[in-house]
């Protein structure tokens, strides 16, 4: 056992002998841990010295500063902001308030990069949207002179059909002034015989 192992054990001792200053002990306990670089743990025991005493404002400082080295800025922003509530004539108060604004700057920068994101999501979508109208004016045009062109070949046909139907009633009429005059009419009284050789 080394001797951060070693003064975890006695500190662990001291919790039972020293009930009233347990917030110290766990304290104590989560800066052994964070000097081993044992976050998580040392997260435990900021939050179990917080616990027995709410008002303890280093264990805050201590947890937020963890939580912003593993990203976590809420729950720093939310620490700082409660150190500085107990404790807003320490030493460290500036630099507090200094990473409070820098962390608030990064949700705004955030947020700002959020919206600007949506609004070009909400761009490529009229984008979209307006080619899908051109395509359809498109077609539709189209579908237009299609139907214009249809149009225009029935009107051809239906023309061309009257122009044959007049020629031909114009012929009829002429076919029905011809006629074989009885004049032109020869007479056969012979008999016609085939050979069907």
């Not at 975890?8 to 001291?14: F, K, M, S, T």
């Not at 020293?18 to 000097?35: E, H, K």
């Not at 976590?72 to 320490?90: C, I, K, T």
């Not at 979209?128 to 395509?135: D, F, G, K, L, V």
Request: glycine share 4%; net charge negative; charged share 25%.
């Amino acid at each position: 056992m080394g001797l951060y192992g070693r003064a975890i054990e006695i500190l662990d001792q001291a919790k039972n002998r020293f009930p009233n200053f347990a917030a110290q002990v766990y304290f104590n306990q989560g800066n052994i841990y964070l000097a081993q670089g044992m976050k998580e743990e040392s997260i435990a025991s900021y939050s179990q010295a917080i616990s027995q005493q709410r008002s303890y404002s280093a264990p805050y400082l201590n947890r937020a500063n963890i939580f912003v080295s593993i990203g976590q800025l809420e729950p720093a922003l939310s620490d700082y902001r409660l150190f500085l509530q107990f404790d807003s004539s320490s030493p460290l108060a500036p630099q507090v308030r200094q990473m409070i604004a820098a962390i608030e700057s990064e949700f705004a920068a955030r947020e700002a990069a959020e919206l600007a994101q949506q609004a070009e999501e909400r761009i490529r979508e009229i984008e979209r949207q307006a080619e899908t109208e051109r395509q359809q004016r498109e077609a539709e045009a189209q579908a237009r002179e299609a139907q214009s062109q249809a149009q225009a070949a029935e009107d051809r046909r239906r023309d061309l059909l009257n122009s044959v139907f007049n020629s031909l009633g114009a012929a009829s009429s002429t076919a029905t002034g011809l006629g074989a005059g009885a004049d032109s009419v020869i007479n056969v009284d012979e008999e016609i015989t085939i050979d069907s050789d």
